[in-house]
């Protein structure tokens, strides 16, 4: 069965290129993808493109499989609606943009935005990527018009200057890659964890925030900005079996003995760092 060919790999120039020898994509077989030197790339079912020789496997499905679960619920509704009013404070509405959520995982959050940005009338291309072939397998049943790579984070596929907005939600990233991907003036939003963040889960409460502002933020980036998110949501008594069949157990902690199983809140509390694109870099 031939399978749907992301609208973004039929334009001219395809912001994609071969992670072999850098020559532009071909899509002329709709089961496969090919550069100009013939280096092949099949599209895998559920409908996302293999750029990588050894994609990871995650030993932890389950627990993928679940934060999908818990995001579907509306686990990271407030979050998306924060990024959401970020990206529209500095784009109007007639421009398209090319949006890339770099570490895209199982592509939950991202499909959300982007029927939120499709509602209020934001014309848009879309790429996710991530190099963990169990999240990107589920990411790509969530949308067809979206273009889904298994690809290196560390080498993203993509020519420069050929993304307007960055994504980067709780994922690892290489900062000088996103500064070759961005056009000028381009707009990174990073999502880090905040110290509270799933404090219900975790052994480790603490007050730090990783200093990440001699990374991108300092180098790359101008007009930086830093928003905090912070909530908590009421779980449900599936939510909770969610947990519990995914092997979370709660940390051992003085005076609370509570089973996961009858967990009614979880603590989100996340940092967004935005910027542009700077004019120059380290």
Same mark, same amino acid.
């Given at each position: 069965?031939?399978?749907?060919?992301?609208?973004?790999?039929?334009?001219?120039?395809?912001?994609?290129?071969?992670?072999?020898?850098?020559?532009?994509?071909?899509?002329?077989?709709?089961?496969?993808?090919?550069?100009?030197?013939?280096?092949?790339?099949?599209?895998?079912?559920?409908?996302?493109?293999?750029?990588? &020789?050894?994609?990871? =496997? @995650?030993?932890?499905?389950? #627990?993928?499989?679940?934060?999908?679960?818990?995001?579907? /619920? $509306?686990?990271?509704?407030?979050?998306?609606?924060?990024?959401?009013?970020?990206?529209?404070?500095?784009?109007?509405?007639?421009?398209?943009?090319?949006?890339?959520?770099?570490?895209?995982?199982?592509?939950?959050?991202?499909?959300?935005?982007?029927?939120?940005?499709?509602?209020?009338?934001?014309?848009?291309?879309?790429?996710?990527?991530?190099?963990?072939?169990?999240?990107?397998?589920?990411? &790509?049943?969530?949308? =067809? @018009?979206?273009?889904?790579? #298994?690809?290196?984070?560390?080498?993203?596929?993509?020519? /420069? $200057?050929?993304?307007?907005?960055?994504?980067?939600?709780?994922?690892?990233?290489?900062?000088?890659?996103?500064?070759?991907?961005?056009?000028?003036?381009?707009?990174?939003?990073?999502?880090?964890?905040?110290?509270?963040?799933?404090?219900?889960?975790?052994?480790?409460?603490?007050?730090?925030?990783?200093?990440?502002?001699?990374?991108?933020?300092?180098?790359?980036?101008?007009?930086?900005?830093?928003?905090?998110?912070?909530?908590?949501?009421?779980?449900?008594?599936?939510?909770?079996?969610?947990?519990?069949?995914?092997?979370?157990?709660?940390?051992?902690?003085?005076?609370?003995?509570?089973?996961?199983?009858?967990?009614?809140?979880?603590?989100?509390?996340?940092?967004?760092?935005?910027?542009?694109?700077?004019?120059?870099?380290?």
């Amino acid at each position: 069965m031939e399978k749907l060919i992301p609208e973004i790999l039929r334009g001219k120039p395809c912001p994609v290129y071969c992670p072999i020898c850098q020559a532009n994509l071909n899509s002329k077989n709709k089961n496969s993808i090919k550069c100009l030197n013939g280096h092949r790339f099949d599209i895998a079912d559920p409908g996302y493109i293999n750029l990588l &020789a050894k994609p990871y =496997q @995650s030993p932890h499905r389950d #627990l993928i499989s679940t934060g999908k679960a818990l995001t579907e /619920n $509306g686990l990271f509704d407030p979050l998306e609606s924060e990024l959401l009013q970020l990206l529209y404070a500095e784009y109007k509405v007639a421009s398209t943009l090319t949006i890339l959520d770099a570490g895209t995982g199982d592509g939950t959050v991202f499909s959300n935005m982007l029927l939120c940005m499709q509602w209020d009338q934001y014309r848009h291309q879309a790429i996710g990527l991530d190099n963990c072939s169990s999240a990107i397998s589920m990411a &790509a049943t969530k949308s =067809q @018009s979206v273009l889904w790579l #298994l690809a290196d984070m560390a080498e993203i596929p993509l020519k /420069n $200057g050929s993304v307007d907005v960055i994504l980067n939600i709780f994922a690892p990233c290489k900062y000088s890659e996103f500064y070759r991907v961005l056009r000028p003036g381009g707009l990174i939003l990073k999502v880090i964890p905040g110290p509270l963040h799933l404090a219900e889960l975790r052994e480790d409460i603490t007050d730090d925030v990783p200093d990440i502002a001699t990374g991108f933020f300092s180098d790359y980036a101008a007009d930086l900005k830093q928003t905090r998110v912070q909530y908590q949501k009421t779980l449900t008594r599936k939510e909770m079996d969610w947990l519990v069949s995914s092997g979370h157990s709660l940390p051992k902690k003085e005076n609370d003995n509570t089973p996961v199983d009858q967990l009614q809140k979880l603590t989100i509390d996340c940092r967004i760092l935005s910027g542009r694109k700077s004019d120059w870099a380290y």
